[in-house]
């Protein structure tokens, strides 16, 4: 079968990034040859992908021409984007989250226009959907219509770079940062409203002054948007020294931050899967994160749960945790095990059977 692939996200440094390559990434190897892939920036935002770059990413993949023109029998739609496809072509489109229906304030207007947009365009072209978790497919149903079963999920796991370092190269890799291991709590994601790091300020500075100032709060992600308020709160929090913005990192310099957190914190508020704490769980960080939307599934029993939308919640449960080494290293202890479970070979091979014409879904 000759199928198309949705790359325009490849080199991103966000979810969608990282699904493009990893979850891609491991479809065309595992396929074994028995489909021929050929890739498409639709959304042109980094110009054309060319071999070199599939190379990078393990993608094991052709430039395309034109979706319409290259007689694909099936397209994998990652980006909310709906391209023309020959007649009788398949599209399965990749759905992450609805938060852009349910949470309108904590997106931009053009990315709600764009998500929404594409969704429609996919359901006016007759798409397989597929969400990224049970709780995703649930939320999805519910807007459409459907049944949460007719929704496949895909399961997505951490990254091969995402692992236990030894402590020697923990230590090297974080003095650029002036960070020493077990000394920070840390929250990843861009700074917006949806990730709730107004909350998880306020619940920091409502520590005791001994925890607060034993462990600060170390937030790395990009700049984010409609935060203006939040980015006077931290600045002076960050005065005081209680609170360090990284701002964007590297992988590795990533992989080093989870390894070195006495406490890894995700107040989402709503999430389509939660990528960062199978991550963090698979560097050996304790997780701490909200018990709402695909949260709880992603942490599958391994992560303390908390009211995101409770301040004082928040704040009982980082006293808890950060005062206790045994909690923590429970946690640590569960998280190991968790995240090992996760395998984006998995994710490739849910790919591999909705590919297979009899395993196609119809509303």
Known sequence: ?????????????????????????????????????????????????????????????????????????????????????PAGARLLFVVYDVTFLSLPDCHTTGNRVHCLGGLVDSLVAGADLLAISHDGAHELGAWLGRAPESIPVLPLAPGPDF???????????LAPLSLEPGSYVLSVGSLEPRK?????????????????????????????WRNEALGAELDAAAAQGDVRRLGRVDRETLVALYNGAALFAYPSLAEGYGLPVVEAMACGAPVLTSNVSALPETAGGAAQLVDPRSTISLTAALAELLGSDEKRQRLRTLGIAHAATRSWRNTAHALLARLQPQTRTRS
Do not use: W
């Open 163 to 173: 692992r236990r370092l030894t402590p020697e190269a923990t230590v090297r890799q």
């Open 196 to 224: 709730n790091i107004a909350a998880l300020l306020h619940a920091h500075a409502g520590l005791p002054d001994g925890l607060r100032r034993a462990f600060p709060l170390v937030l790395a992600g990009s700049q984010g």
């Open 1 to 85: 079968m000759r199928v198309g692939l949705d790359v325009s996200k490849l080199g991103a440094p966000d979810g969608l990034g990282t699904f493009t390559r990893e979850a891609l990434g491991a479809l065309t190897r595992e396929a074994g040859g028995a489909h021929e892939f050929l890739t498409y920036d639709l959304l042109g935002e980094g110009g054309r992908i060319d071999a070199e770059q599939l190379a990078a990413a393990r993608l094991l993949a052709t430039p395309g021409t034109r979706p319409a023109q290259d007689a694909l029998e099936a397209f994998v739609a990652t980006s909310y984007c709906v391209p023309r496809l």
